[in-house]
């Protein structure tokens, strides 16, 4: 199985872009997810197939995905997206699913 | 809209096996297109896979969790399960259930999540 990593931690101001990033391997030939978790609750997919955002997920929120990596913009922060963010892919070599560790977003 | 509901102890003793069952509503669990998967989530960290079930019935699973764990779907009650056996503290954890889509691989809905412990 194959390993995402993500950055621990970043900060935004409020009403400026973030960008969290996501690399491994399987990124190359599988589609990336994206995961805003907030303390308490079950996650919630905000961004699937590199940038398809669901019913009812801000058009702030919008990813891409280049080689073995994938990233999440928050473009205009609001402080409701303070959260954890978790991205995910499936090894097509196993079709094992794999999270990242997460990124932790601050809203300054 | 689909509901996925966790259900089952929510206190294991070390050793014993932990049995968790997942309700479908609002939908059939014999829809083509999706898998069913669980995730656990131990306190204070990150989301772990643990595995999945496709319509077909094939499963695949989490390599560290080795031959611990089965996932099985109950048509007949529109529900799935996981079983997670010779558990430890290691493994009390927060575990959703979910469906992920098989178009993209995404986990479109989730449950509200069961907060199982292992403990004497």
């Known amino acids: 199985s194959s390993e995402l990593t993500q950055d621990p931690a970043v900060s935004v101001a409020l009403g400026q872009t973030v960008r969290i990033t996501c690399q491994g391997d399987s990124l190359r030939d599988s589609y990336a997810s994206w995961y805003q978790q907030k303390p308490g609750q079950a996650p919630v997919l905000v961004i699937s197939?590199?940038?398809n955002r669901p019913s009812g997920i801000p058009d702030r929120f919008s990813g891409s995905s280049s080689g073995n990596a994938a990233s999440l913009t928050i473009t205009g922060a609001q402080a409701e997206d303070e959260a954890d963010y978790y991205c995910n892919s499936r090894d097509s070599n196993d079709n094992h699913y794999v999270f990242g560790p997460g990124t932790r977003v601050t809203v300054l | 809209q689909l509901q996925l509901q966790e259900s089952g102890s929510g206190l294991v003793k070390p050793s014993q096996t932990l049995s968790l069952t997942c309700a479908v509503s609002g939908g059939s669990i014999s829809s083509g297109g999706y898998s069913w998967t669980w995730i656990r989530q131990p306190p204070g960290k990150g989301l772990e896979w643990t595995g999945n079930i496709y319509h077909s019935g094939t499963t695949y699973y989490n390599p560290s969790l080795k031959s611990r764990v089965t996932i099985s779907v109950d048509r007949s009650k529109n529900q799935f399960s996981l079983k997670l056996s010779s558990v430890t503290a290691a493994d009390t954890a927060v575990y959703y259930c979910a469906r992920i889509r098989v178009v993209d691989d995404a986990f479109d809905i989730w449950g509200q999540g069961k907060m199982v412990t292992v403990s004497s």
């Open positions: 197939n590199k940038d």
